[in-house]
């Protein structure tokens, strides 16, 4: 009985060690495939992902990276544009669900709003510093 007791704790150990690693892996996984998003909106990030696929020349890349800084300009005013307008959509929302909602509800929407919108900032201030 105590053999058996003692293998059954080493597969219960066991696959609970590889359930966390399993996790913590595919938590990682998600977190790197998020970032990678975000760089592709950032001022350079589309830039220097076009440059990994491409893979200029030297004298290439001296010619294509005044493009990607123009394009950067254009990419931070639409980003711009679209958490502008996204904000102006949620102002109308709100004002709709105001009618139909309660203080507490509408309360709970402010403050999930404001988290997200805390968590996108960070993320952008985040990425300005260079990363």
Not at 34 to 55: D, P
């Amino acid at each position: 009985m105590k053999k058996r007791l003692k293998i059954s704790l080493i597969l219960i150990i066991t696959l609970l060690m590889g359930m966390a690693i399993g996790f913590l892996i595919s938590g990682r996984v998600i977190s790197q495939r998020i970032e990678k998003m975000r760089n592709h909106f950032s001022e350079t990030g589309f830039g220097r992902e076009i440059m990994h696929v491409i893979q200029p020349t030297q004298e290439q890349r001296e010619k294509i990276e005044p493009v990607f800084r123009d394009f950067a300009g254009k990419n931070r005013e639409l980003m711009d544009s679209y958490h502008e307008n996204q904000k102006e959509v949620y102002e109308e929302l709100k004002e709709e669900l105001s009618e139909i909602l309660n203080e507490e509800q509408i309360n709970k929407l402010d403050n999930h709003w404001s988290r997200r919108k805390m968590m996108m900032d960070k993320g952008r201030k985040h990425k300005r510093r260079g990363r």
